[in-house]
């Protein structure tokens, strides 16, 4: 009886803990990544973000969502000239294609790379305004537990931060 019993607790343990409990991605997931970045801003100097996104699985290869972060960053004016602090707002759409599972059987590692549009609320003490915010962005997660991971995002474009790294959860 002892036997059985911890066979059918070892079962319910691995079927918890399967491999569809670390799909890669599906259709239905809610994704929240939050996390810091830096390397500068477009041809600015150097900068450190902090931020969010969050996206939705509209389709089995394609989520939906938005993201927006906080950036600040040193402009320079020229050699000999003074330095200003920036401060910036981006708030984008996104969208991502999930392309890990076409050729890795790694369930826990994700895929994603797509576009971003958005505006961006700039300022410093000299100025303050908004511009476009559009680029593309590629990524992976990694969860090292069913709802919970790291990710690695790197953006090129207009006013996108070109490196961001943090926690993603899966709900």
Same mark, same amino acid.
């Given at each position: #009886?002892?036997?059985?019993?911890? #066979? %059918?607790?070892?079962?319910?343990?691995? @079927?918890?803990?399967?491999?569809?409990?670390?799909?890669? *991605?599906?259709?239905? +997931?809610?994704?929240?990544?939050?996390?810091? /970045?830096?390397?500068?801003?477009?041809?600015?100097? $150097?900068? *450190?973000?902090?931020? $969010? @996104?969050?996206?939705? /699985?509209?389709?089995? !290869?394609?989520?939906?969502?938005?993201?927006?972060?906080?950036?600040?960053?040193?402009? @320079?004016?020229?050699?000999?000239?003074?330095? @200003?602090?920036?401060?910036?707002?981006?708030?984008?759409?996104?969208?991502?294609?999930?392309?890990?599972?076409?050729?890795?059987?790694?369930?826990? %590692?994700?895929?994603?790379?797509?576009?971003?549009?958005?505006?961006?609320? +700039?300022?410093?003490?000299?100025? =303050?305004?908004?511009?476009?915010?559009?680029?593309?962005?590629?990524?992976?997660?990694?969860?090292?537990?069913?709802? #919970? /991971?790291?990710?690695?995002?790197? =953006? /090129?474009? =207009?006013?996108?931060?070109?490196?961001?790294?943090?926690?993603? !959860?899966? *709900?």
């Amino acid at each position: #009886m002892k036997k059985t019993l911890l #066979m %059918l607790c070892v079962a319910t343990i691995l @079927s918890l803990a399967s491999e569809k409990a670390f799909a890669q *991605f599906e259709k239905g +997931d809610k994704i929240l990544n939050v996390g810091i /970045g830096g390397g500068g801003y477009g041809f600015y100097g $150097g900068g *450190f973000a902090v931020g $969010g @996104s969050f996206e939705v /699985g509209v389709h089995e !290869f394609i989520s939906v969502g938005a993201q927006a972060d906080l950036n600040f960053y040193n402009y @320079s004016y020229g050699f000999g000239y003074a330095k @200003s602090n920036y401060i910036s707002v981006p708030i984008a759409a996104r969208g991502s294609y999930h392309y890990g599972k076409h050729f890795l059987t790694i369930d826990k %590692l994700d895929l994603y790379a797509g576009p971003v549009l958005g505006f961006s609320i +700039d300022g410093n003490e000299y100025y =303050s305004g908004t511009s476009i915010v559009i680029g593309v962005q590629a990524g992976a997660r990694y969860y090292f537990k069913p709802a #919970m /991971g790291a990710f690695a995002e790197f =953006s /090129g474009g =207009s006013n996108v931060i070109p490196a961001k790294v943090g926690l993603s !959860f899966k *709900f």
